[in-house]
């Protein structure tokens, strides 16, 4: 691999990453927090502990929306509120726009920066919240084709490790 990874794409592929574990089929969403360009937590959406999840019995739609879930966002600030860590000044990194609910619950945990992959029906409401809050809200781009390079990358290693075995 010849290119050094920027850390805004390094840290956006750990959320497209999450978002590969995601229980719901209605979206895959991933979060990572960052705080010093140290990843502190990360979610993705995904039924509430010890629920079912969407992906075998079907979302739970109530006016649209799946009720089952917790968004990625919240995921990954629980789980800071779970074993202790300080989201102030961190940096929050969405494969989506967030939706108005996270984006509230973002401002409140202080968090000072959105990186966000793709748009995903951008509340005007939220970018008001944000621009008050003096919230940085950042799109970042990641090459189509940097996957496919880190597979070519490590191809041979792997399959040369799985021989050894
Ligand atoms: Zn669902
Ligand atoms: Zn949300």
Partial sequence: MTDRIPWDQYFM????????R???TRLSVGATIVREKRVISGGYNGSVSGDVHCSEHGCYLI?????RTVHAE???LLQCAKFGVKTEGADIYITHFPC???TKT???SGIRKIFFLKNYHNHSYALKLLEQAN???EQVAVPEDLFQNIGD????DLTSDIRDS
């Fill in 13 to 20: 592929s750990q959320s497209m990453l999450l978002a590969m």
């Fill in 22 to 24: 995601s229980t719901c």
């Fill in 63 to 67: 006016d649209g929306h799946c009720a």
């Fill in 74 to 76: 919240m995921n990954a």
């Fill in 100 to 102: 108005l609910q996270c």
């Fill in 106 to 108: 973002i401002i409140q």
């Fill in 135 to 137: 919230i940085k809200v």
């Fill in 153 to 156: 990358y490590y191809k041979a």
